[in-house]
């Protein structure tokens, strides 16, 4: 059963920096597309990047690029969210999600493991 643990939320300035980790485990995930997700109050959950983990191929929604960065470390079988020059409106819950298929989605329902999501909060 794979699973998926996040870390490093917390509460930045807008223009600060955090990096979030996805520590997964489980299963062998060289097949798999990894994503980030979140979820501000009030709105749907969205697709913020993903890494297809045998190719390290990277995708991202347009609001984060050039700001966020997301990698993964085979060894630790961990996914990374380098996330820069924050804004508030970055603020939400982010949610690492595995997708047990190796092509790339932005679809929640393709993604089968979820973890239990990390607060981010942007302050201007």
């Known amino acids: 059963q794979v699973q998926l643990v996040e870390s490093g939320g917390g509460l930045v300035q807008a223009g600060g920096s955090l990096r979030l980790s996805c520590e997964a485990s489980?299963?062998?995930?060289?097949?798999?597309?990894m994503g980030w997700f979140r979820q501000a109050p009030g709105k749907e959950r969205e697709f913020v990047a993903g890494i297809k983990w045998s190719s390290g191929s990277t995708y991202y929604t347009d609001s984060v690029k050039g700001r966020f960065t997301i990698s993964r470390d085979n060894a630790k079988n961990t996914v990374y969210l380098q996330m820069d020059s924050l804004k508030p409106e970055d603020t939400a819950v982010y949610y690492c999600a595995a997708a047990s298929r190796p092509y790339f989605t932005t679809t929640p329902r393709d993604f089968g493991s979820w973890g239990q999501g990390t607060q981010v909060t942007v302050s201007s």
């Open positions: 489980g299963r062998t995930f060289s097949g798999y597309f």
